[in-house]
């Protein structure tokens, strides 16, 4: 016994072995934390993208909205600057730029002192540290500037083509030159060729052909070479610029040139419109877009002309125009633009301090979700792994154990079913091994009977009589009645119960249970009665498993009946409340009640169980194996029945079997009923 007890501790080892937890990465809560921050990184990932997209978007949006008015604002400020000599009377074209763009526009010195502000309130904000622009006529913003009158760009020249200087006309020569231009016009209509009068920034006209195409005059009586004269203005300017570019060279080492009315140098290049490009302009620099014209001098002695002394001379006249025009324009201002209440140019500054707060929000949102998730899932877990642990404790036979119940939710009725399921199974257990007892007692008692009068045969000590042969046939067939009766039960428990339907007058069935057992109850003294309508309800079922379940309830009833006592059979089908009986399709019930002693309360609901008897020695005197009844349930159950008792401790006891009437349908006045004694 020893040895055997220390093989199952062995073998019970491993499976202890198997209550182990589960690795986190294949456990629920391990699923559940991993499932949580993956969502939670995807949602944070996401919300940040949109959020970063959308912002974005709104951003340049907003950037390219205020880019176009600041744009503006610049090119209207650069052309003021570029036509007065100094800042005075700014303020209201300030004021009437602020209206229109909604912004605050601000004008500086370049050492900050104020030239003009459309934030006239005291409580104004303080200007930012850097302004938006510097607007100087003379180093044009090349990201800010507008384009030119005539639709192009100034390229590499930084100086604003509206700052002209002394180039500007007076009112009378731009009124000569107009006459003129206009008389050049409707000469060239009339030749069929459309053109149009274009004043510069200087006041000098010029003709203008649709299509840009100026070779188209070259065929007509129209001469265009009237306004390509440079007036007497224009000349002297001309002049002054050359010698300062001279002066310039002649710093540098390098002999002098003369400019042509383009401001070009080299070889004299053909007259020009001021204004426009010449149709010849042989190593161009920026110029002005009015640079006066003049008929190109007679060709001088002119330097070596090599890349080097190109970019020397261009840089020295850039330097003699911005010269020229210092004192004709106003002095470079700082230009601050932005929101009313003083905040600039919106943007995203996506810095290591905000990318260490995104990030850290992003950390909190991640801790919080698996915070939550290990939580949430540790309050899921306990009672599963509680679960789990009687689970495996049952199925290695300790002695099952309920588990505490949460709460209402799906794990706490997962938690009440398993209770239930082991509390069943306890009972079943229970039941089991005292079924077991049972057969054991049962069939131990006949076969030590037939095994003790065989031996005493054998050894002399009987004789094998007539009575001697009966005594065994007894017990013989009280063994096979035990082993009938678990064939019958095993059949119903396993669906295999075969029964063969008809229709069965019920009172006759009666009177045949009532024959079979009338000498057994006339041995005991006991009066045996069948009351039934006449005729009897309708019921379709098998005759003789029938017989089976009633006698089985008669042999009972008279075995628990003293002597003088009765045993009543009786058969009815339901009513209606008019009196009238249902004689088909209803509910057909036989009833067995005795005025034997009774069965105890705490009894009665057991009655219907294998091998239960209510005196425990198991006395053949008093009983018989416990399976009758038992038998008589699963019978009527086969049929689609129940069977019910009910007693009176001292008074008897009713056993009724409830089973559905036939199919035919019909109603009749219930008969008065018959009784008959035998």
């Known amino acids: 016994m020893r040895r055997t ?12 072995a198997d209550r182990a937890r589960l690795p986190l990465r294949r456990s629920l809560l391990g699923r559940l934390l991993a499932v949580s921050a993956l969502v939670a990184a995807c949602s944070v990932a996401a919300t940040a993208w949109i959020a970063v997209q959308t912002t974005s978007g709104a951003i340049k949006q907003e950037q390219g909205q205020n880019l176009t008015a600041d744009a503006r604002i610049y090119d209207t400020l650069l052309e003021y600057a570029a036509r007065n000599p100094t800042w005075d009377g700014v303020g209201a074209t300030v004021r009437k730029l602020a209206r229109e763009s909604g912004r605050r526009v601000a004008l500086t010195t370049q050492g900050r002192q104020p030239l003009a502000d459309s934030a006239t309130e005291p409580t104004a904000p ?21 384009r030119g009158a005539d639709g192009q760009g100034t390229g590499a020249d930084r100086i604003d083509p509206r700052a002209v200087g002394p180039f500007r006309l007076s009112a009378a020569d731009s009124r000569a030159l107009r006459r003129t231009a206009d008389d050049k ?20 006209p010029r003709v203008q052909i649709v299509g840009n195409d100026p070779e188209r005059a070259l065929g007509t009586r129209c001469d265009l070479a009237a306004l390509d004269t440079p007036t007497r203005s224009e000349r002297k300017a001309l002049d002054a610029l050359s010698e300062l570019a001279d002066a310039c060279l002649k710093r540098q080492g390098r002999e002098g040139v003369r400019l042509n009315n383009d401001l070009s140098w080299g070889d004299p290049a053909p007259v020009a419109v001021p204004g426009e490009p010449a149709a010849v302009v042989p190593r161009p620099v920026p110029a002005p877009r009015d640079a006066p014209a003049e008929q190109a001098a007679p060709s001088v002695e002119m330097p070596e002309l090599t890349g080097e002394n190109d ?33 600039t140019l919106p943007g995203f500054d996506l810095s290591p301090a905000n990318t260490a707060r995104i990030a850290g929000a992003a950390a909190l949102v991640l801790a919080l979700t698996v915070g939550a998730s290990v939580f949430a899932g540790a309050r899921l877990v306990r009672p599963l792994h509680a679960l789990t642990g009687a689970a495996q404790r049952m199925r290695d036979g300790e002695q099952p154990a309920s588990v505490p119940v949460s709460g209402d939710d799906e794990v ?60 065994l046939l007894e017990e013989a067939v009280l063994l096979q009645h035990i082993i009938d009766d678990l064939q ?54 098998d005759p003789v498993r029938l017989r089976q379940a009633v006698g089985n309830l008669v042999s009972n009833a008279v075995r628990h009946t003293p002597e003088g006592g009765r045993v009543t059979l009786r058969a009815y089908a339901s009513e209606d409340g008019c009196g009238t009986v249902v004689t088909g399709g209803g509910t057909v019930v036989i009833e067995v009640a005795d005025t034997g002693s009774g069965i105890p309360a705490d009894d009665l609901p057991h009655v219907f169980d ?13 009983g018989g ?14 049929h689609g029945g129940t069977a019910e008792a009910t007693s009176t401790e001292g008074e008897g006891s009713t056993f009724a079997l409830r089973l559905p009437g036939a199919s035919e349908q019909g109603r009749r006045p219930a008969p008065d009923g018959m009784t008959t004694a035998f």
């Open 488 to 541: 019958d039960l095993a059949a119903a428990d396993a669906g295999a119960l075969r029964l063969h339907p008809e229709p069965v007058e019920v009172r006759e069935l009666l009177g045949q249970v009532a024959a079979a057992h009338q000498a057994r109850a006339e041995n005991a003294g006991v009066t045996l009665a069948v009351t039934a309508t006449a005729p009897g309800p309708a019921l379709s079922a």
């Open 412 to 471: 706490g009725r997962l938690a009440a079913a398993f209770n239930d399921m082991s509390a069943h199974r306890a009972r079943l257990e229970e039941q089991r091994k005292a079924m077991v007892s049972d057969v054991a007692h049962e069939l131990r008692t006949p076969l030590s009977n037939i095994r003790g009068w065989l031996e005493a045969a054998q050894d002399g000590l009987a004789d094998p009589d007539p009575a001697f042969v009966s005594s």
């Open 625 to 638: 194996s416990g399976l009758g009844l038992a038998i008589v349930r699963k019978l009527v159950e086969a």
């Open 126 to 146: 303080a200007l930012p540290p850097q302004a938006s622009a510097v607007v100087d006529p003379l180093s044009v913003d090349t990201v800010l500037a507008a």
């Open 311 to 343: 970019r020397a001379i261009a840089s020295c006249v850039g330097t003699a125009r911005s010269e020229q025009l210092s004192s004709y324009v106003a002095s470079p201002a700082l230009l601050f633009i932005g929101d009313e209440g003083g905040a």
């Open 610 to 622: 294998r091998f239960w008897r209510a005196e425990k020695s198991r006395s053949r005197r008093t």
């Open 5 to 16: 007890r220390g093989h199952g501790a062995r073998e019970q080892e491993p499976r202890r």
């Open 185 to 204: 016009v409707a000469c060239l209509n009339r030749a069929g060729i459309a053109s149009d009068v274009v004043v510069g920034a200087s006041g000098r």
